[in-house]
């Protein structure tokens, strides 16, 4: 992946539109309750990136707490969830990969908040998992998820 390669993304219904610019810090299946609920879905997928890089084209979007450090951002016309920013990672800013216009060029590299993984989820991947949130980046972070996966 390029250094400084450009990310473009949108909501579902075009009123809402980003670039980023890469490399992202991490992406991430994110398998927490919250984000479970803001997507709707099993799993969140998201890409961190630095927000020094990340630039709304059009909008903005609406947002919401979902915890009072935990920002969620979302088109208040078609509902797409977009970005997450929290407060403990001040220079980073999470996207929801669905919302990217070429998600296969970021490939997921980790399962964070295992321990709140729905037991049949089943992880066969083969990617680092950790048990809460595993800091940014590669090489640092904490421990993977030491525990076996039931299959
Ligand atoms: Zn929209
Ligand atoms: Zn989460």
Known sequence: MAINE???????????????????????YCHCADCRKSNGSAVAALAGFRRNGFEILDGPPLHYESTPAVKRSFCGTCGSPLFYQNQDYPKDIYIHLGSFDQPEALPPDRHVW??????????????????????????????????????
């Open 6 to 28: 450009l990310f473009n993304g949108g909501c579902a219904c075009g009123a809402i539109r980003y670039r980023v610019s890469g490399p992202p810090v991490m992406v991430e």
């Open 114 to 151: 295992v321990s709140e993984r729905i037991p049949w989820h089943r992880i066969k991947d083969g990617l680092p998992q950790y048990d809460q949130f595993s800091g940014t980046g590669l090489p640092e972070g904490a421990p993977p998820y030491k525990k076996p996966i039931e299959t």
